[in-house]
T-cell receptor, first 114, second 114 residues
């Protein structure tokens, strides 16, 4: 498969455990955040997003938490499955007007052990 | 399958050459984005088009250019190629190209410059 980074933070969990992937963002003006999942050999896939007027948002087996005070974002995956093994990226955006630019983090490699 | 197609899947060329990468967005999507993913820089936003017009620019080199055609497909032209241009190039599309529109990524084109 394709390698997306040589020095990615890694997280290794057992199947069935909960996973928490963290992301620190840099721009205090960012008001929209997205988590993407990238499996080997594929393009990034949208998982969940959150706007800055929220501090928590839940999806199916995933929860995103936003702490604007410390500029920290986390992705929680419940009951992690082998199919969750991938690189996870957070992305931030400052919206407004017609300008649009997503800034991606370096990514975290999640490995789920059966 | 995201519905976004990219061709070619792989491209091998020499330094100094020029290549064109092609992207077809999902049916109904008006906006196209180009990203570069390399081992040392991660996923970097290059440029966005909306309905044929450039909307936002990121870290795109002057040697690179893009356009979106009336049928909404897009091409990314890379010229005077250097070894450091070797990377995965992703195209993504979204409905309106607004900050909170979900982006759907294609499978990418792997460019190798020898």
């Amino acid at each position: 498969g394709e390698s997306v980074g040589l020095h990615l933070p890694t997280l290794s969990v057992q199947e069935g455990d909960n996973s928490i992937i963290n992301c620190a963002y840099s721009n205090s003006a960012s008001d929209y955040f997205i988590w993407y999942k990238q499996e080997s050999g594929k393009g990034p896939q949208f998982i969940i997003d959150i706007r800055s007027n929220m501090d928590k948002r839940q999806g199916q087996r995933v929860t995103v938490l936003l702490n604007k005070t410390v500029k920290h974002l986390s992705l929680q995956i419940a009951a992690t499955q082998p199919g969750d093994s991938a690189v996870y990226f957070c992305a931030e955006n400052v919206s407004g007007g017609s300008n649009y630019k997503l800034t991606f983090g370096k990514g975290t490699l999640l490995t789920v052990n059966p | 399958d995201s519905g976004v197609t990219q061709t070619p899947k792989h491209l091998i060329t020499a330094t100094g050459q020029r290549v064109t990468l092609r992207c077809s967005p999902r049916s109904g999507d008006l906006s196209v984005y180009w990203y570069q993913q390399s081992l040392d820089q991660g996923l970097q936003f290059l440029i966005q088009y909306y309905n044929g017009e450039e909307r936002a620019k990121g870290n795109i080199l002057e040697r690179f250019s893009a356009q979106q055609f009336p049928d909404l497909h897009s091409e990314l032209n890379l010229s005077s190629l250097e070894l450091g241009d070797s990377a995965l190039y992703f195209c993504a599309s979204s409905k309106q190209g607004l900050a909170h529109n979900e982006q759907f990524f294609g499978p990418g084109t792997r460019l190798t410059v020898l």
